[in-house]
């Protein structure tokens, strides 16, 4: 019930994210019931508090939304697996969202003033137009300022989600190998949920915790009837 519990958070955030730019669904997975109880009882035998630890994992579907033209030429999408690499105060990012343009500063900034990171550090430009390629590059002034940053993991469902359109490596393991990775300028990648799919999981996870509501009623109704046949010995 907690796993069906934790299942529904999950379902209820991506159906809210169905419209947001960059947005991966997220899944929540738990162990079979059988299996929780084998590591229980195996901590008990072998005298091992066990760990408190939540029996559902929440990870993300890394398949890519779809392509949504805006005809900004400061509007890119990634056409492949990688992820922008961003940086903030509170360390390193990676994010979907293409949504680009130049702060105060003249860094070139995503979502809420987050600085998207250059092959080789933060890009600045300056007041003048800029433009983004297919490749990455980013030119001014018929020059070129620097090349946008992409990244790619080998298992991207690993990822955790912060909010805000952004991810934490968390255990995710960055590829050694470079993956191609183009730009679709003029574009943005939607959100990767369904509204249709996410609609039938949660029917069937309300009628897999009704079920099990009616299994905890029986067994909570037969100890009632154990204690009072008890009682009229």
Partial sequence: MQADQARMDAISHNTANVLTPGFKRQISTSSAFSVQVAQGLDSVSASITPAQESPTQLSIDPTAG??????????????????????????????????IRADLQGRL???????????????RVTNNPFT????????????????????????PQALVPSGGGLYLAGKAQLADTRTDNTLR?????????????????????????????KVVQGYDDTLEKTIRKLGDF
């Fill in 109 to 123: 900034v995503v979502a809420d003033d987050v600085p998207l990171m250059g092959v080789g550090g933060e890009l």
């Fill in 132 to 155: 983004i390629a297919s490749n990455g590059e980013v030119k001014q002034d018929e020059r070129v300022v620097g090349r946008l940053k992409i990244v790619n993991f080998t298992n």
């Fill in 66 to 99: 779809a392509m949504r033209p805006t005809g900004s030429p400061h509007d890119v999408a990634i056409e492949g697996p990688g992820f922008f690499e961003v940086q903030t105060a509170k360390g390193t990012f990676y994010t979907k969202l293409g949504s």
């Fill in 185 to 213: 300028v003029g574009f943005l990648e939607g959100s990767n949920v369904s509204s249709p799919q996410e609609m039938v999981r949660l029917s069937e996870t309300v009628r897999h915790f009704e079920s099990l509501q």
